[in-house]
Nanobody, 119 residues
Framework: QVRLVESGGGLEQAGGSLRLSCAAS????????MSWYRQAPGNQRELVAR???????NYADSVKGRFTVSRDNAKKTVYLQMSSLKPEDTAVYYC?????????????WGQGTQVTVSS
């Protein structure tokens, strides 16, 4: 069974830092793009950061210069280093990965991890 498991969320003060991790497990032949999304109460889920299999990254304008996405292909893990946190970063953060399993690529999602930034 393919799973994405996030960790690293929690409560942090404005200006602080948190690091999220998302590990993929199961019968995975390869991993394409890995991404982080977030959803705040009353808002739609939005893309925060994305990293391709070759390491190309892109970010939402609201997090550029503050967040860094990276991946460790050997560990099948994607990271999100969040710095200079703001209260508006408060949301549930979801990991997404495009995985090659059972002969095709498909989207997979983690269960989400809560990030709360206090002012």
């Amino acid at each position: 069974q393919v799973r994405l498991v996030e960790s690293g969320g929690g409560l942090e003060q404005a200006g602080g830092s948190l690091r999220l991790s998302c590990a993929a497990s199961g019968p995975i032949a390869s991993i394409n793009t890995m991404s982080w999304y977030r959803q705040a109460p009353g808002n739609q889920r939005e893309l925060v950061a994305r990293i391709t299999s070759s390491g190309v990254t892109n970010y939402a304008d609201s997090v550029k210069g503050r967040f860094t996405v990276s991946r460790d292909n050997a560990k099948k893990t994607v990271y999100l280093q969040m710095s200079s946190l703001k209260p508006e970063d408060t949301a549930v953060y979801y990991c997404n990965a495009v995985l090659w399993t059972s002969g095709s690529y498909a989207d997979y999602w983690g269960q989400g991890t809560q990030v709360t930034v206090s002012s």
